[in-house]
């Protein structure tokens, strides 16, 4: 479990605030700058977005309860600072949670899909591999799908833009990915548009 700062990236382990520099490979999109106060990307899969003309924060935990997300054992309710028009709610692990508070007091958090959902590039689709994780988007002339999804390897992305080809018109759009070039290579086989970012 990692959380990284926009800022060069920084990752807080599960057990404790120690800072350290987030490895090079991670392939987070970079977090926009929250006013005066340093935006902390969390990484999980569990995470709901919401336009924020109707996010309530009182409505948060129902929000992730409603996809199927209610907090764990552990975990708490956390509002992401809304980017782009977009607010967030994800259920992240309070010890974590507590050693950022403890590391940068300010600590704005947002999502790594929040963030690619708020790209406004038309007909694109976003894929940022982090970890056993994919954050993955699609947008036409607005956002269509938004979700994060198990990685295991660049055969799982193959798949799911595969399916996600049968309700979208994505052989006609860009695909920004923010991974390694390997992968980039992978998917350039099979779509013609694929740019690492």
Not at 38 to 52: F, K, N
Not at 130 to 153: K, S
């Amino acid at each position: 479990m990692s959380i990284q700062l926009s800022l060069g990236g920084h990752s807080f382990s599960e057990a404790g605030a120690n800072l350290r520099p987030a490895p090079r490979g991670d392939a987070v999109p970079p977090a926009p700058a929250l006013g005066q106060h340093p935006a902390v990307a969390l990484d999980t899969h569990r995470v709901a977005l919401i336009p924020e003309a109707l996010f309530r924060a009182e409505d948060a935990e129902a929000c992730l309860r409603t996809d199927g997300l209610a907090p764990a054992e552990g975990e708490r309710t956390v509002l992401c600072a809304p980017v782009g028009g977009i607010a967030a709610v994800a259920a992240f692990d309070g010890a974590a949670l507590d050693a950022v508070r403890r590391a940068a007091p300010l600590a704005r958090f947002v999502s790594p899909l929040q963030l690619l959902a708020a790209d406004t590039a038309p007909s694109a689709v976003q894929i940022s591999v982090q970890g056993p994780r994919v954050y993955l988007t699609v947008r036409g002339e607005a956002l269509r799908y938004a979700h994060v999804l198990p990685f295991d390897g660049d055969a799982d992305l193959v798949y799911y833009l595969t399916r996600l080809g049968e309700l979208f018109p994505i052989k006609d759009y860009t695909i920004y990915i923010y991974a390694e070039a390997p992968t980039c290579k992978t998917l350039s086989r099979y779509w013609r548009n694929v740019k690492r970012v």
